[in-house]
């Protein structure tokens, strides 16, 4: 059963062709209003969303499908320690296809080992985030037209931002690319991206503390909030939560043709006075991940078919 897990379970031409897929369905959204008639999503959310779970649901309704699902670890059996493969195997009974959020690295892995029905990870704790990837990535087609030949610089809490390890990861499969990693000492990229995916890859990438400094070079701007769930103690949070605020006077000695883009909730990162910057593609971003859940829930369900 196909699942989505991990980036890199998609081939560079499959995401391609679900670019195409999302293209199409923003032309032409009633060829696709009937395509999961009689399907269901479950939505299985065992950590706060709003854009993740709410887009995964708008999703299979635009697609003509219905959703059930919880939103809340503590309203699941999980509260009465069900297991995560338990939990799967059950869902695949009522269900056609999973999207699935969870505190711990894996659980979704777990899920999908277990479950009959394919399993998209809707983000794994500190590690992964392959839907809000796609999402980044169409963003970048349609404001760039191009994934080679540019400079990102990821900004804040590169350690726990499960968005910036997947979006390196789809990033390193083409050429041209440089990366600029823009964060506190205390949350820098973890070894492991840099070794596997950065220097295996042969990214040549640099790592600065100074947002000001890597700005002028920039194509991209990918910022971030500081992940305070997953910090060990609330003094550490609080001393680097407000380590970047990106404002109007910061933009001054950016490229005019820059993308900020952010994969929300914003806390104090960006200033609102920003969001009128026609370079910033946040709120583009949140469209965007709407029509590549569809894209992708039309690919697993066509292919879970076979
Ligand atoms: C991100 C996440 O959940 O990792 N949010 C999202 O899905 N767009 C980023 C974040 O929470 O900071």
Same mark, same amino acid.
């Given at each position: 059963m196909r699942s989505l897990i991990d980036i890199l379970d998609l081939s560079v031409s499959e995401i391609e062709e679900l670019i195409a897929t999302a293209c199409d369905i923003i032309e032409n959204p009633q060829k696709y209003s009937e395509k999961c008639k009689g399907k269901k999503l479950a939505t299985l959310f065992f950590e706060p969303s709003t854009r993740t779970r709410l887009s995964f649901e708008a999703a299979m309704y635009e697609l003509g499908g219905n959703v059930i699902g919880f939103s809340e670890s503590n309203s699941s059996s999980a509260a009465k320690g069900e297991s995560v493969s338990d939990t799967a195997k059950t869902i695949s009974c009522y269900a056609d296809i999973i *999207?699935?959020?969870?505190p711990k690295e894996g659980a979704p892995f777990v899920a999908?080992?277990?479950a009959t029905i394919p399993v998209i990870n809707a983000g794994d704790g500190g590690h992964n985030h392959p839907t809000q990837t796609l999402a980044d990535l169409l963003t970048i087609h349609r404001e760039k037209g191009r994934f080679d030949n540019l400079t990102i610089g990821f900004c804040g809490d590169l350690k726990f931002g499960r968005t910036v390890h997947s979006l390196i990861? *789809?990033?390193s499969r083409y050429s041209g690319i440089n990366v600029v990693l823009i964060s506190p000492d205390e949350l820098k990229l973890?070894?492991? &991206?840099k070794k596997d995916v950065l220097d295996k890859n042969n990214i040549p990438y640099t790592e600065t503390r100074s947002l000001e400094e890597a700005m002028p070079s920039l194509d991209i701007l990918y910022m971030t909030r500081v992940q305070r769930e997953r910090f060990f103690n609330e /003094?550490?949070?609080l001393r680097l939560k407000d380590s970047y605020i990106l404002d109007t006077e910061k933009l001054k000695n950016a490229k005019s043709d820059l993308s900020v883009m952010h994969p929300l909730p914003? &806390?104090? /990162?960006i200033s609102v006075a920003v969001d009128n910057d026609p370079r910033a593609c946040y709120f583009?971003? &949140?469209l965007n991940g709407k029509y590549m859940r569809m894209a992708l829930i039309l690919k697993l369900l066509e292919e879970a078919k076979k």
């Open positions: *999207a699935m959020r969870h999908a080992n277990s990861n *789809a990033m973890p070894g492991y &991206v /003094e550490d949070y914003r &806390v104090n /990162e583009k971003q &949140v």
